[in-house]
């Protein structure tokens, strides 16, 4: 099973969003390295569903419902896009700033690539951040 992140500006969609909608479609990436991970997403896949712009934040749990197919909407048949329910809001949203100061995710594109809008989670980063999802706010 893959793991991944999907950034997604929360005035636009968001996880209350996703939510509402019990299910939806993972559109409008573009760029070549978010859709080769986007390709390679996979029906039972899980994703961090993350709010960029001032909430910079992991904040649900989504799960792929359809692999990656052409993008319906779209002439360019490069452009793929994914099917996703909602699975679970994370009980804390585990902001950027906490990511950034715990050496597990070192290395971690989210931290090396900041703009990229769709990345592989590594097992042992996606278990350490819902570990801090589940620790109760101080």
Same mark, same amino acid.
């Given at each position: 099973? /893959?793991?991944?992140?999907?950034?997604?500006?929360?005035?636009?969609?968001?996880?209350?969003?996703?939510?509402?909608d019990?299910?939806?479609?993972?559109?409008?990436v573009? *760029?070549?390295?978010? &859709?080769i991970?986007?390709?390679?997403?996979?029906?039972?896949? &899980?994703?961090?569903?993350?709010?960029?712009?001032?909430?910079r934040?992991?904040v /649900?749990i989504?799960?792929?419902?359809r692999?990656?197919?052409p993008?319906?909407?779209?002439? *360019?048949p490069k452009?793929?896009? %994914?099917? &996703?329910?909602?699975?679970?809001?994370?009980?804390?949203?585990?902001?950027?700033?906490?990511?950034?100061?715990d050496k597990?995710?070192?290395?971690?594109?989210?931290?090396?690539?900041?703009?990229?809008? %769709?990345?592989? %989670?590594?097992?042992?980063?996606w278990?350490?951040?819902?570990?801090?999802?589940?620790?109760?706010s101080?």
């Amino acid at each position: 099973m /893959g793991l991944w992140l999907l950034k997604s500006e929360p005035s636009l969609y968001s996880w209350d969003d996703l939510a509402r909608d019990k299910k939806g479609t993972w559109d409008g990436v573009s *760029n070549a390295a978010a &859709l080769i991970h986007l390709r390679a997403m996979k029906k039972g896949d &899980l994703a961090l569903i993350y709010h960029t712009g001032d909430e910079r934040a992991a904040v /649900g749990i989504a799960e792929i419902t359809r692999s990656a197919y052409p993008d319906p909407k779209q002439a *360019n048949p490069k452009l793929v896009v %994914v099917d &996703l329910r909602p699975k679970a809001k994370l009980a804390n949203p585990v902001t950027l700033d906490q990511i950034k100061s715990d050496k597990a995710f070192s290395g971690w594109d989210l931290l090396r690539i900041s703009r990229l809008s %769709v990345m592989p %989670v590594p097992q042992r980063m996606w278990d350490h951040l819902l570990e801090l999802a589940s620790a109760s706010s101080k």
